[in-house]
């Protein structure tokens, strides 16, 4: 998978968790552009027992750019709002990134996650000098 890997505007079921390896992937340069609207089963079962629905694991030079993930989590906050003992215990995050450098995310919108939105970004460095205005750090909003 090299260069730009592009889903067109319409509604497309993934029925399973994803996982991206870049293990023994050469290129630092690869650009998922979605113009459609990636979605999960509406039966939560199949994702709620995934830790993630679309995980990327040791990628480097990634691009998520649009489109928008909707992870049909409404179906599993019932189950647990309800006491129902059939409901998996956790559910699944939409989007994780591990032991990844150089990931840029932009205009995605996550709707509907079964658990957390974006999750697992770590070994993030953030670097400015102590003058330097308005470079506090990461902004979580909305």
Not at 34 to 54: C, E, M
Not at 63 to 80: E, F, N, P, Q, R
Not at 102 to 109: A, D, K, Q
């Amino acid at each position: 998978m090299y260069g730009l890997q592009h889903v067109p505007e319409g509604r497309y079921l993934l029925l399973n968790a994803i996982v991206f390896k870049g293990d023994n992937c050469k290129s630092t340069d690869i650009t998922f552009r979605i113009d459609g609207t990636l979605i999960a089963s509406s039966d939560y079962r199949i994702l709620g027992q995934s830790f993630n629905w679309l995980s990327f694991e040791g990628v480097t030079g990634v691009s998520i750019i649009g489109g928008a993930l909707d992870a049909k989590g409404t179906a599993l906050w019932a189950c647990k709002l309800a006491g129902s003992t059939d409901c998996p215990n956790g559910g699944a995050t939409s989007l994780s990134f591990t032991n990844s450098k150089n990931i840029n995310i932009n205009g995605l919108m996550s709707l509907n996650s079964q658990m957390f939105h974006i999750a697992r970004i770590k070994g993030v460095k953030v670097n400015a000098a102590g003058n330097s205005p308005n470079t506090d750090g990461i902004h979580v909003q909305l």
